[in-house]
């Protein structure tokens, strides 16, 4: 029977390898692997993979073409509900959304679905289908940021008839995707700038070094433009700190400066001259994904690298894939460890940081068990860099130079559940609202605000 047959493994480097370079960690299936992977789906009639899809892919459909070897099948159902899956298929958290509703893991190892996706997004990356005709309805729409919730909305619109203009602040496309995700987890030129053109070849439109909010605004883009309506999908860019005495030593940066420089800069690339400090020791403070992939990117630029969490392992929001990945890269992981101050000498740099252990007590509202300071618990860690990795807000340009869009305490724009905010005719989704989450869940966000708009215009 299907189920009987093991989870076929993902070929990756050799862990002591990939951490001294920054070359992808998975190598993916071929179509051995794949077809092979394909026969473990048991095709259920009522699938709970495709409702735990936060763009709803038809998971069935495409791994049973998979299995018949018509891979052009596979790719033309994926393309119906994504725009971007190599992407997806490197970057989601499979493990808590579509395998994680799959009935294979009840008792065993659920279908590779993530591992599936990459491989028919790469294949299709090689084997480009000629873009459909397209007949324009004679509408415009704006749409505000290259990232994924910005791309997937404007796939949708530009499959729809819309001309669809994008406006990108950074001089390269493609918002956390080439700002936050590092080379060894996503390649740049192969994947994302590729994935990107097959939008482009819907016919939509790009343009970067676009600030909104200073070189234009949401006002004019729909008082003065002539835009239908403006999708704004600015995403979470502002970093945040602690609060503690030492933040404004040298050597402490934010995660997303951090990443910043090495991803889209491409300081470890010795061909680019983007001065980037790593020292000898560096501590990353965050359990989430932004601080695996900084603590990762740490160690190959020559770093020893160590993990700073307040909570246990059981608790860290990371994707379990890459903290087993940083585990075995050697990342040194200090957990129920928490700082109080960062030290330095009398130039001003950083010298250590100062932890107390936790221990967890009640769960808080978010149902994790809060971490209570162990009395008399006190040490200094020696280091040259701390990076902070503690989540990111929306920056607040867009919100203050557009009248009648409303923020919530968090700095998020207020938007319903399909994208529609307090200014009539603009949208918004993703990060933008729901502050940093992962590339999925904003693709899905603006997959629904592609329909509200359609249905916005239709009705005005």
Known sequence: MANKIPRVPVREQDPLVRATNFEEVCHGYNLEEASLEATRCLDCKNPRCVGACPVNIHIPDFIRAIREGDLQ??????????????????VCPQ????????????????VAIGKLERFVGDWSLENPSEAPAIEKNGRKVAVVGSGPSGLACASDLAKGGYEVHVFEALHKLGGVLVYGIPEFRLPKSRIVEREIDAVRRLGVKFETDVIVGRTMTVDSLLDEEGYDAVFIGSGAGLPR?????????????????????????????????????VGKKVVVVGGGNVAMDAVRTAKRLGAESVIVYRRSEAELPARVEEVHHAKQEGIEFRMLTNPTEILGDEKGWVTAIRCVEMTLGEPDESGRRSPVVKEGSEFDMACDVVIMALGTSPNPLIAST???????????????????????????????????????????????????????????
């Open 241 to 277: 700190f602690m609060g503690i005495p030492g933040e404004n030593l040298n050597g402490v940066v934010s995660a997303n400066e951090f990443l910043t420089r090495a991803n889209l800069m491409r300081a470890f690339d010795e061909q680019y001259d983007t001065p980037i400090y």
């Open 95 to 110: 493990e808590s959304q579509c395998e994680g509703s799959c009935v294979l893991g009840i008792k065993g190892e659920p």
């Open 402 to 460: 557009t009248e009648g869009l409303e923020t919530n305490r968090r700095g998020c724009l207020v938007a319903d559940e399909v994208g529609t905010t307090t200014r009539a005719g603009v949208f918004a989704g993703g990060d933008a609202v729901t502050g940093a989450a992962t590339v999925i869940l904003a693709m899905g966000a603006g997959r629904r605000a592609a329909k509200a708009i359609d249905e916005y215009i239709r009705n005005k």
């Open 73 to 90: 099948k596979a790719a033309d159902v994926i393309h119906q509900d994504s725009s971007l899956p190599s992407i997806c298929g490197r």
